[in-house]
């Protein structure tokens, strides 16, 4: 009987639908598990078809390619250790979320997942048939069990596979990013070796997908809980895992620990990496956005700047009569500061002449927020026929507060293909624009140093599409904004809620109300990088057609 297993993990970055690139990296890792000496190498969940696929399993042909996929990568890895890698998986008439293991050159064992996840973002339920529980696995004489992610979460799967032989627990995941989510693993995973007395190892993906990030951050655990090694977050990464048979059962022997950063760091990273893999998984090498002179803009192009090069991004100031000089210069500074490219074209032309087109149909109508839009949406029109112009994807640049109680002109200021910054709330923003001018690390494509001008950061708020206007004319201050929209959004609480944590019950309703009726813009808003539990779309989805209104 072995004393020794070394288990080679690869935390790495998927495309959904990309079945031969996600193979040849499967391959990759496998090639240098065999050359380390492993035993077994493995990948995480779905890794062949990417994550999150959605509904593509339920297209028979797909998931026939992704099996096909599986059976050929096998008989690729047919002269070495075992091979583990998930797939969608079709037995009989039931469709599953498998976990192949594959000796030999052939797939010799399907592992199918149990609890499917059916909140948050997963549809599991409307997609996969529930598996068996079943017993584990062998790779040589050693048993192993792989409760797949969820199955994890629930002590069940776990327990069974114990009791049924297992020595040791692999849980290959697809569990996407959310503020302060690593703990929430840690402690499920601490949860299940005290119960089972097993080693664990938690593998991790790592990428964005759509408005998903996956972090990484893989650990292994040894019995009590004691965390014998931890990949980073964010990044790719290959480790071996060395489990040893000591007395007392299996026991990894400790490895690499990187420390994992602070929330606001890996909200920045997140947003970075989020925004890279979107343009590199859809084919966009270059953005273009509205430089604006205020601070969410400014924020978005440093964000592309560090996610795809200084040169990849272009900065556009489309000033009216009423942007102010500060604005044109902080503009300016913060492409110089960026080293991107940065156009000047004004919108008073433009302007001026549908304001004389739509002259004899608005005769005798004073001005009001029409007058705005217009502006905004000309600037959305011209932003986007120099996307199609120059083949640059337009990136929209409203947070969270804006995007969630409509303060955002559609077709206008939300026109583009993906938005960074949709679920940071704007009090957010400034503390990111603060982290990031005092912090620099190796993954950012940007420069170091103060890069977000200190007046974009302190100056009040405003849309400039009126003459003195700021953001405070129309909203409560934003401390007191975000204050009530996490409770009606990310707490899911009530009026109430709001009156009892100091908030006027006015400014309450008010919020309420413009949340509700701008559901139909967030219905067409673009998406963006997941950083919370209740991120818009799939995290909290309501009716466009809505009139219960909160009266506690």
Known sequence: MADRFRLTIAQYNPIVGDLAGNAARAREAWEAGKAAGADMVALPEMFVAGYNPQDLPMKHTFTLDCMETVRNLAADCADGPTLAVGSPWIEGTELFNA???????????TVFKHHLPNYNVFDELRIFDSGEIGGPYAVGNTRLGSPI????????????????????????????????????????MIARVVETGLPLIYLNMVGGQDDQVFDGGSFVLNPHGAVALQLPVFEEAVAHVDLERTD??????????????????????????????????????????????????????????????AGNVRCVMLPSEYTSEHSLEDAKAAAENLGCHYDF?????????????????????EPDVTEENIQSRLR????????????????????????????????????????????????RVFDICRWRNDNHRP??????????PERIISKPPSAELRADQKDSDSLPDYPVLDGILQILVDDDGSIADCVAA?????????IEHLLYISEYKRFQ????????????????????????????
């Open 380 to 427: 959305g029109l011209l932003l986007m026929a120099m996307s199609n112009k120059f083949g640059e994807m337009l990136l929209t640049t409203g947070n969270k507060s804006e995007v969630a109680v409509g303060y955002a002109t559609i077709y206008g200021d939300m026109a583009g293909g993906y938005n960074p910054i949709k679920d940071l709330y704007k009090t």
């Open 502 to 510: 100091g908030h006027s019950r006015s400014d309450a309703k008010k």
């Open 99 to 109: 976990y192949c293991i594959c000796t030999g050159g052939k797939v010799v064992t």
């Open 149 to 188: 992610c969820e199955d994890a979460w629930y002590e069940d799967v776990a327990e069974t596979l114990a009791e049924t032989g297992a020595e040791f627990l692999l849980v290959p995941n697809g569990s996407p990013y959310f503020r302060n989510k690593y703990e929430t693993r840690l402690n499920k």
């Open 248 to 309: 007392e059962g299996w026991r990894a022997l400790e490895g690499d620990f990187t420390v994992h950063p602070d929330a606001m760091e890996q909200d920045y990273h997140a947003m970075v990496l989020a925004l890279r893999d979107y343009c590199r998984k859809t084919g966009f090498g270059k953005v273009l956005l509205g430089l604006s002179g205020g601070v969410d803009s400014a924020l978005v192009a440093t964000i592309a700047v560090d996610a795809l090069g």
């Open 525 to 552: 808003a673009a998406p963006g990088a997941r950083l919370s539990k209740r991120a818009f779309w799939l995290d909290r989805r309501y009716p466009v057609v809505n009139r219960w209104r909160d009266e506690s």
């Open 345 to 365: 074209v004004p919108i008073g032309p433009g302007r001026d002449a549908i304001t004389e087109t739509l002259a004899p149909l608005f005769e005798g109508r």
């Open 443 to 452: 993954w950012m494509q940007g420069g170091d140093g103060a890069v977000i």
